[in-house]
């Protein structure tokens, strides 16, 4: 089945550019997403990317895609406190029906 | 307002009770889902539900059992508890497979 692997820690300085690296193993995913769960909460969908895509950019937040390599990373520009939590990469082929998540990367930012 | 909401948040058993967790979505989806997150943080599908009929069920032990009693609730059984069932389980709703999922905060669930 699918398999998912991120790094499981990066810490960055406030205002510092975060990226967070996601590799995936089946070929077929068609959507992939990042999700943010801060402490003690639930999960929140940042953003996500199709297959046929190759970047997104939503504001502070940039999706690069690699279908080749099947490499996925989320920047973020100008790390604030706030961004302190896990952000979990997901990948499906199907929808939300067959998400696989990764471990999750535990960002910490310092002031 | 909460629009995926899980109760209780906390629930701490020990070994071989049964219990439930339950899930309700006022978003008026017809998807839902649960969720199980381990120690490790890892993520993993356990059910899903469109429309009152199980569409997904990994490879879940047959002690958990779903039960939605209409669209807008999917609850969680859980029969002869195990220490290996501690773990955080997240309920989530979506409009049709295909859309975004929004997630509940999670019932951690401890079993001693």
């Known amino acids: 089945g699918e398999d998912v692997e991120q790094s499981l820690f990066l810490s960055v300085r406030e205002g510092d550019s975060s990226v967070i690296n996601c590799t995936y193993t089946d070929s077929s995913s068609t959507y992939l997403y990042w999700y943010k769960q801060e402490p003690g909460a639930g999960l929140q969908l940042l953003t996500y990317i199709f297959s046929n895509m190759d970047m997104k950019q939503d504001q502070r937040l940039t999706v690069l895609l690699n279908k080749k390599d099947k490499h996925l990373s989320l920047r973020i520009a100008d790390t604030q406190t706030g961004d302190s939590a896990i952000y979990f990469c997901?990948?499906?082929?199907?929808?939300?029906?067959?998400?696989?998540f990764g471990k999750g990367t535990m960002l910490l930012v310092s002031p | 307002d909460t629009a995926v909401s899980q109760t209780p948040k906390y629930l701490v058993t020990q070994m071989g009770n049964d219990k439930s967790i339950k899930c309700e979505q006022n978003?008026?989806?017809?998807?839902m889902y649960w969720y199980k997150q381990d120690s490790k943080k890892f993520l993993k599908i356990m059910f899903s539900?469109?429309?009152?009929?199980?569409?997904i069920n990994e490879t879940v032990p047959n002690r958990f059992s779903p039960k939605s009693p209409d669209k807008a609730h999917l609850n969680l059984h859980i029969n002869s508890l195990e220490l290996g069932d501690s773990a955080v389980y997240f309920c989530?709703?979506?409009?049709?497979?295909?859309?975004?999922?929004?997630f509940g905060q999670g019932t951690r669930l401890t079993v001693v």
């Open positions: 997901a990948v499906s082929n199907s929808g939300y029906s067959t998400l696989t």
């Open positions: 978003l008026g989806h017809d998807t």
């Open positions: 539900y469109n429309n009152k009929e199980l569409i």
């Open positions: 989530a709703s979506s409009l049709r497979e295909d859309t975004e999922a929004f």
